[in-house]
């Protein structure tokens, strides 16, 4: 059973086949709340999803509004700028956004970094088939294949790459990177492991050093307590 996962600062949520397990920790020292819910699972459809480059653009964008709107606010300052014209309060509008997302991000950061990285835990060692309990998860990698921060290893030679592109549009620079990381994010890492390993392994050390840390035993118990819940919903469907 494929089994994925998200962290927030105040816990995490993991999705099966059929349900997904939410888990807050409301404050330290505080017995964790677990939430089970049905769920559908399968990726949004749209008109893009089988063009290369525009469904990988498309993609990140529906899940981030935040980013839908910075970028959409971008796009229109250089066209009002090509014509002549300024629009400051647009402007400041759009470095606005841009600060929330990045405080959005960064608020309580390791608390998150420790949830994320118990989350992994969690999940790697049940895809080993070891014993849920706190000595196995405890010991298993908080580094993950599959973890969306891989992305970051496909994203920056790709952003480096449609930066030389002769398209004065800064805007579309960066959603052509989206997209062309995304396309090499998606190939198969059996078949293409030998084009793709770097890009891994870049992802690897951000996940390191960046957006997971060791959790500790209160993290890995909310990880548990998860992984109790979703198997025991799973196992019933």
Do not use: W
Request: glycine share 10%.
């Amino acid at each position: 059973m494929k089994i994925a996962g998200s962290s927030r600062k105040d816990g995490m949520t993991l999705y099966g086949p059929h349900y997904k397990v939410n888990v807050t920790v409301p404050e330290p020292g505080a017995d964790p709340v677990v939430e089970v819910k049905k769920h559908h699972a399968g990726e949004t459809v749209s008109k893009t999803k089988g063009i290369p480059v525009l469904r990988g653009m498309t993609s990140l964008i529906l899940n981030n509004g935040i980013m839908a709107i910075v970028l959409g606010m971008q796009l229109l300052i250089e066209v009002q700028e090509a014509r002549g014209k300024k629009h400051t309060l647009l402007s400041l509008a759009s470095v606005g956004l841009s600060g929330y997302m990045a405080y959005s991000i960064a608020g309580n950061v390791q608390e998150l970094r420790k949830f994320h990285g118990a989350e992994h835990k969690v999940i790697g060692n049940q895809d080993l088939g070891q014993p849920n309990d706190l000595k196995h998860v405890r010991e298993a990698s908080r580094i993950s294949d599959r973890c969306g921060t891989n992305f970051i290893g496909f994203y920056i030679p790709a952003q480096l790459i449609s930066a030389l592109l002769p398209i004065r549009s800064e805007t579309v620079k960066t959603l052509l990177g989206m997209g062309l990381a995304y396309e090499a994010f998606k190939l198969d890492r059996e078949k293409y492991g030998k084009y793709v390993g770097p890009f891994y392994k870049l992802g690897g050390l951000a996940q390191k050093y960046l957006t997971t840390a060791e959790p500790e035993e209160a993290h890995l118990k909310a990880a548990i307590a998860a992984m109790d819940a979703l198997l025991e919903a799973e196992s019933g469907a």
